[in-house]
C-alpha cells in the first residue's frame, strides 16, 4: 500500500473526470506518494495548515500507470513516484484527515 495526501476538492475532481492527477504530473512528469511510515513526515513539511484533507489508499498492484521508488535528496529517503494518472479502481480507501 503507498499513499497520497490531496483535498477534498481535488479528490472530488478526480471522481467526475475518472481518474486522479495533480500539477505536479504535468510539472515534474510523476505523482508524489508515500510509503505508510513517511505520511505523518510528509503532513508536517508540506501540509500543517491546510484543510479538508484526505489520504489515498493506492494499491500498488492495481495501478494501471508506472510506479518507481526514487530519492529525495532533502531528506535522504526514497518515494514512491507514480508516472500517470492513478486509477479509481487503484484507491481501495480514502481517509479524512482533517
Not at 494501471?64 to 494518472?85: C, D, M, R, V
Request: aromatic share 10%.
Amino acid at each position: 500500500m503507498i499513499y497520497h495526501v490531496t483535498t477534498k476538492s481535488q479528490w472530488d475532481e478526480a471522481l467526475s473526470k475518472g481518474y486522479f492527477e495533480v500539477p505536479s504530473l504535468q510539472i515534474e512528469g510523476f505523482i508524489h506518494m508515500s510509503k505508510e511510515n513517511q505520511v505523518a513526515g510528509v503532513l508536517d513539511r508540506y501540509y500543517k495548515n491546510v484543510s479538508n484533507l484526505v489520504l489515498l489508499h493506492v494499491e500498488e498492484n492495481k495501478l494501471t500507470a508506472e510506479i518507481k521508488l526514487e530519492l529525495s535528496p532533502s531528506i535522504n529517503q526514497e518515494f514512491p513516484h507514480i508516472y500517470g494518472p492513478i486509477n479509481l479502481d487503484a484507491v481501495v480507501k480514502i481517509e479524512i484527515l482533517n
